[in-house]
């Protein structure tokens, strides 16, 4: 079938709205877009030089929500089917895959990075991991009345934290830190107080923490005028006031900055689990004995697996993590505007680009 | 009972033979010392500033076996038995020890840090967590003829590694690289082996790396005058020659030097974990998001579970992991003058000290 998408033909290099064939292959669906959301990695693959494994031209956008209108040989059940398309889609044939290890499965399909992504009216990807999202229009189903185009967001910006989260061990009455309540702590910070636990949201930026504290934030720290041992300090009570030792405390850095690993870091007590959620290429210099005389653990958490969305998508229907204060919408011809726009100033809420039609 | 030892009274000034009446109170033992092994750590204690939890005047020494000559109420079948006493001594009774978290358990006892050590005539500790020792006069059981004060260097240097090891999830066919071939290391990589992992050992001490090559390790890397990346190369050739992933490559650093852990961090590849055995309290630089983007797990070790230490005797007595070439024993009244040759050459063998009698 016919398709149409924003390609990026070089870096930075305004993107042009371009038609090419496409067509479901063995157990491929062709997924109609409904909404695609900016992430930052989208920005680092178009301005900073970040490479996509395929290389440009290359429509960008994995963060995709739609429904499925066309399925090749073996997987035509899901024509029809509203869907969230996972960020990260494991094979599930490799060693990797079932060994449990899909975030590392060498043959993974990332979109708009190794294949054309969601930046466009339609985008092919494999069936398998494919999140099916049920009826919208049930009431009982969705009482919030969420879109569809919101729930793109899922595909990574909840679902990156929430598999951080889980992996983590966090239990219902730990402590979740999250350190950086942007696009992804924001969320992690919400899925943490779903899941029972007391969670503490700590950025620089007072407008961010003013919306944790309706959404989820047991407590709000602002780092911005305040020395890291003064954070230490602040956690610390807040773990005291409520009897939760440090090897209950989960740290989750969130802020992809030099500054934020270093303050998550220096949280870290006995027993302590830190997972490394954003990413900056900058070095930062720490005490790794810390993690030995500690005990603790540093966990790197690469996307979600495909297992884990279908109970995000339940705690976003059931209105446990709230989308709509955190996501802005726009139509998907605003993209080069719109790309220009985050690149010099990162906004507050998640920008979800819609197809017009 | 009367029992003697050499107390330690200040920072640097030499250790005097002092004698103090010991009783085994509830659910306690008194343990002859039968050797007691010298580790890094004492030499932090005694010359460096590193503080004791029990204040001096205390008597050092934490890798300890011996036979145990009294026994309080509720555990007097212990008397009579030969055993290892653990470094750490978890309660077992608190929260962390319940969730099975017994290397953060804050009452842990660590001999000579908490209570008067091992370099004496005798020491008095939990019987909670002791490992008893198999009869070593029957051949059977003990086909190497190892003798009790050699197996003290259980208590710290075999055991730590061998929790690091387990804790990593090592398996059979998985690589397994020691950054650092000392005291710890040594011991790490026939471990590794013993459990059927392909074991590299890596050092600037050709000496210590040609002994791993006759004890466990498949392939040796002198890191002396080779940059980060060329062993990075290496250990990738091993790999891929044994078509080892690297989500099944282990990384332990045992050298607790800056340079070790800055080598072990780039060994990191997809999937990859890396244990924190060796300590330094210098701070290191390094790309900490490389753990988010290869969705690797740095993790700290402390001590080890003294539900572990059975299955490590029994592969020492099996002679699976080698001592003799890597400990020494001396009269424990040479204590003075080894501390302060240790403190300025370490050694390439454990050091055990054994009362004389």
Known sequence: MRVESWVVRGPAIPMTWEAREERAGPDEVVVEVAGCGVCHTDLGFFYDGVPTRHPFPLTLGHEISG????????????????VVVPAVLPCGACD???AGRGQICPNQIFPGCDVDGGFGTHVRVPARGLCPVPDLSDPQANPSQLDLPLLSVIADAVSTPYQAVVRSGLAAGDLAVFVGA??????????????????????????????????GAAT??????MPTKQVRQRVREVAEAHSIPTWRTRIFETSGTVAGQSTAFALLGHGGVLSIVGYTPKPVELRLSNLMAFDAIAQGNWGCLPEYYPAIVDLVLKGRVALRPFVETRALGSINSTFEELHHAPANRRVVLIPER
């Open 182 to 215: 942007g696009g992804i702590g924001g969320f992690g910070v919400q899925i943490a107080a779903a899941l029972g636990a007391l969670a503490v949201a700590i950025d620089v930026d007072s407008t961010r923490l003013d919306r944790m504290r309706a959404h």
């Open 96 to 98: 990797a895959c079932r």
């Open 67 to 82: 429904v499925v209108v066309d399925a090749g040989p073996g997987v035509e059940e899901w024509i029809g089917r509203a």
């Open 220 to 225: 709000t720290i602002d780092a911005s005028e």
